[in-house]
Structures are given as C-alpha cells and as structure tokens.
C-alpha cells in the first residue's frame, strides 16, 4: 500500500488527485472499520488511519472519509478551541483549500468563505499569491499551508495576504520544515527534479524552511505567535487523533 501511495503521488499530478482520489479513499475506508483512531474533522473512527506521503508514507495519516491529514486535525482542533472562527462573522481567503475542509467552512453561516488558487480544480478564484486579486483590507482571515515552499518569491507572497487582510485580521500559514536546519535554505539554480526532491522533499518546492521560518514571516510583515498546542495536549489525544507531534502553528495577525 505505502508503495502504491507513494508512486501515485509522485506521478500523478495534484489537480488530478484533488478530482478523484476521495473515491477511492472512501472505499477503502470499509476495511479500515474500527475505534482506535479518531478524525478531529470529520468525526469518523478507524482501526487505523491511511499512510500517506511522497517519499517514504507515514503510517496512520490519512483519513479516508475526509482526507484530513494529521496537520489538518491540528489546525481543525486549533482553530475550535483557540480563534473565533466557528463563532464570529468573518471573510475568509483560503489559498490552495484542503478538500477535507472546503464544504464544511462553506456550509457555516458565520462565513464569507472564498477559496482560490493558481490550479486547483477545487478552488473557486483563479489567482496568482504573487498579486492577489483583491483589494487592501478585505478579509477577516487567511489561510495559506503548505504553500510558500512552492512560490517564487514566499516573503512577497507573505506580503500580499497581509496587505488584503484587515487590521487585527489574522491567518495560519503552516509549511514543511527541516527542524535541523537554523536557516532556510533555497537555490532556484538547481533545477533538476531529482536533485529537487532530494533537498526540498518535492521536485516542485523552491525551498526548505529551517527554523527560521517565524523570522521569514516577521520579514513578511507578520506579527507571528509560535503556539505549541500540539506539544501541550494529553499523550493520549495525540495517539486518538493521530496529531503530528511536535508541529508549531504560526499564528500571524496584522498589528
């Protein structure tokens, strides 16, 4: 299973994956009937969750009915206990949305909820993160993950979502990191894709974030709180919701 994930990840490419791939996932979730892991997202339980990843699949990630990775059950988790998304009235820009939350944040009537992207089929706005569509001070909040290893220029990037947001707006921008890395390390001059997967994970990424990824978003113009939510929770929700564990959420506001 890990090899099949694997080379379908690495060949067929993501829009086409965003179409289909929640089919076979849900047929797959018949012989993954069980209680021992639960899906913060959609609520669903599993003897176990799907392995997923490009490289080398992590066991027990994928969830089959929603396809919330474990990232994503953190942010859902993060963004129930911590924000006031599900309670206020807010415009919301999600770049690049995740399947796994696009009709349930569609569906919440406290929402002006508008995704957008440069490719994805999913995506309801056709835009460059680069120039961003729309005018200074629109939203109330952004998200943007794992997206800014992909982009040419991530600190222009970082500042155009906050030049759209309103003041004291906010947004999560997560990313890959290299946590042995001090620094951030990119190089456009190598352009080989295995060579690309080889030091930024992905033969589309641009760059690896070390740990000064907070530092990068500061230079964005960010005001960014480091949340170690993960790293506070009971050992025994981490396990039943199948949590990264040691992921921090960048926090960003605009001050």
């Not at 490419?13 to 009937?33: D, E, I, T, W």
């Not at 002006?112 to 999913?122: F, G, K, V």
């Not at 070390?210 to 506070?232: A, N, P, S």
Request: glycine share 4%; charged share 30%; with cysteine.
């Amino acid at each position: 299973m890990k090899k099949i994930i694997s080379w379908t990840l690495r060949n067929i490419p993501r829009k086409y994956l965003q179409l289909v791939s929640h089919f076979a996932m849900n047929l797959y979730a018949f012989f993954l009937r069980g209680n021992k892991v639960e899906c913060t997202v959609c609520g669903s339980t599993f003897s176990k969750f799907v392995p997923y990843g490009r490289l080398e699949p992590r066991d027990n990630a994928l969830c089959p009915n929603c396809l919330a990775l474990e990232r994503h059950r953190l942010m859902y988790l993060y963004l129930q206990q911590k924000t006031n998304f599900f309670k206020s009235d807010l415009k919301v820009l999600h770049v690049a949305p995740e399947y796994c939350f696009i009709h349930r944040f569609e569906k919440m009537k406290n929402l002006d909820y508008i995704t957008a992207d440069i490719e994805s089929p999913l995506a309801k706005v056709k835009m460059d993160l680069h120039n961003i569509p729309f005018e200074d001070n629109t939203f109330d909040v952004v998200f943007c993950n794992h997206v800014l290893e992909h982009v040419d220029d991530d600190i222009r990037c970082m500042q155009e979502m906050r030049r759209v947001l309103k003041p004291n707006g906010w947004g999560i921008m997560q990313s890959p990191q290299d946590w042995n890395l001090e620094t951030t390390f990119e190089d456009k001059t190598i352009t080989d894709p295995k060579e690309r997967e080889r030091l930024f994970k992905q033969d589309d990424h641009f760059r690896i974030f070390g740990r000064d990824y907070h530092k990068r978003l500061e230079q964005g113009g960010w005001h960014v709180t480091q949340d170690r939510f993960v790293m506070e929770m009971p050992k025994d929700k981490v396990e039943r919701y199948a949590l990264p564990k040691e992921e921090i959420i960048y926090l960003c506001e605009k001050k």
